[in-house]
């Protein structure tokens, strides 16, 4: 984990957390005089959604990488997850840098909050996961989950062209309860992918965290075991992680375990 806390309560708590899950946080700095990055968040019980405000804290201090991260010198990450509560100039810089290794060092990224991003970046990004919000900021396109399902998809489809266009790889956009579609570059193909039926919805925040954890892990698997990614198998696998998460209440206590999962 590469990140920054700050000298405060929740800090301690957040890195002692992570090494209780094995998590090696040498990386993660702890910045004096800076509270840690928080979030307050609302959840509507009837339905389980969420809305969430968020203060970066310490998190604004990560204008940089550790050197030995992408260092030719040493041995790479299988791949580098990214998002947006760190400084967007840090995701860019690290994201060009990790692309023009040899080989390049493969990116994940959920661009969270959602930022214009620079044209010439998707070609970089391996697989790009967003919302049905950050897929309409970003690609102009208006994108919605509230709508009927069918609707939701044929608007989610047209934004996955829209990123192809672009340059975009293995795009994937999340639609809450109409559950999502996704762009495999490698097979120049697109489908939609129904939600995980659910006897009741709990909370559904950091259920697209759950998401992306699951990806980045598929394809980790995928790269130390050698084998071809199936992007459709990942995305079938996080459905059934983040069903799982929205069934339970909290964050960090809500993730799953891969062993949690089981896909039919």
Same mark, same amino acid.
């Given at each position: 984990?590469?990140?920054?806390?700050?000298?405060?309560?929740?800090?301690?708590?957040?890195?002692?957390?992570?090494?209780?899950?094995?998590?090696?946080?040498?990386?993660?700095?702890? $910045?004096?005089?800076?509270?840690?990055?928080?979030? *307050?968040?609302?959840?509507?019980?009837?339905?389980?959604?969420?809305?969430?405000?968020?203060?970066?804290?310490?998190?604004?201090?990560?204008?940089?990488?550790?050197?030995?991260?992408?260092?030719?010198?040493?041995?790479?990450?299988?791949?580098? *997850?990214?998002?947006?509560?760190?400084?967007?100039?840090?995701?860019?810089?690290?994201?060009?840098?990790?692309?023009?290794?040899?080989?390049?060092?493969?990116?994940?990224?959920?661009?969270?909050?959602?930022?214009?991003?620079?044209?010439?970046?998707?070609?970089?990004?391996?697989?790009?996961?967003?919302?049905?919000?950050?897929?309409?900021?970003?690609?102009?396109?208006?994108?919605?989950?509230?709508?009927?399902?069918?609707?939701? !998809?044929?608007?989610?489809?047209?934004?996955?062209? +829209?990123?192809?266009?672009?340059?975009?790889?293995?795009?994937?956009?999340?639609?809450?309860?109409?559950?999502?579609?996704? !762009?495999?570059?490698?097979?120049?193909?697109?489908?939609?992918?129904?939600?995980?039926?659910?006897?009741?919805?709990?909370?559904?925040?950091?259920?697209?965290?759950?998401? $992306?954890?699951?990806?980045?892990?598929?394809?980790?698997?995928?790269?130390?075991? =050698?084998?071809?990614?199936?992007?459709?198998?990942? $995305?079938?696998?996080?459905?059934?992680?983040?069903? +799982?998460?929205?069934?339970? =209440?909290?964050? +960090?206590?809500?993730?799953?375990?891969?062993?949690?999962?089981?896909?039919?």
């Amino acid at each position: 984990m590469v990140g920054a806390v700050g000298d405060d309560e929740f800090g301690s708590k957040l890195v002692e957390g992570l090494q209780e899950q094995g998590i090696d946080t040498r990386d993660v700095r702890t $910045v004096a005089g800076t509270n840690s990055g928080a979030a *307050v968040i609302v959840v509507e019980e009837s339905t389980g959604d969420n809305r969430i405000m968020i203060s970066p804290g310490a998190n604004a201090s990560v204008t940089d990488i550790p050197p030995d991260l992408l260092n030719a010198e040493f041995t790479p990450p299988d791949v580098i *997850v990214m998002q947006l509560e760190i400084p967007l100039d840090t995701v860019i810089s690290t994201i060009h840098t990790a692309s023009t290794r040899n080989p390049p060092t493969p990116i994940i990224l959920n661009p969270a909050p959602a930022l214009p991003l620079p044209g010439d970046l998707y070609p970089q990004i391996d697989i790009l996961i967003i919302n049905e919000t950050e897929a309409s900021a970003l690609s102009g396109i208006n994108v919605t989950a509230d709508g009927p399902q069918g609707d939701a !998809y044929d608007q989610a489809l047209e934004a996955l062209d +829209w990123f192809a266009q672009h340059g975009g790889k293995d795009v994937i956009i999340t639609l809450g309860a109409a559950g999502c579609v996704f !762009y495999d570059g490698n097979r120049n193909e697109k489908e939609c992918i129904p939600a995980s039926k659910l006897d009741k919805v709990v909370d559904t925040t950091g259920a697209g965290d759950t998401f $992306v954890g699951a990806i980045a892990l598929r394809f980790a698997e995928h790269r130390s075991q =050698r084998t071809t990614f199936d992007l459709k198998d990942a $995305v079938l696998f996080a459905t059934k992680a983040s069903g +799982w998460s929205v069934g339970h =209440r909290g964050t +960090w206590d809500a993730m799953p375990l891969a062993s949690d999962i089981t896909v039919q």
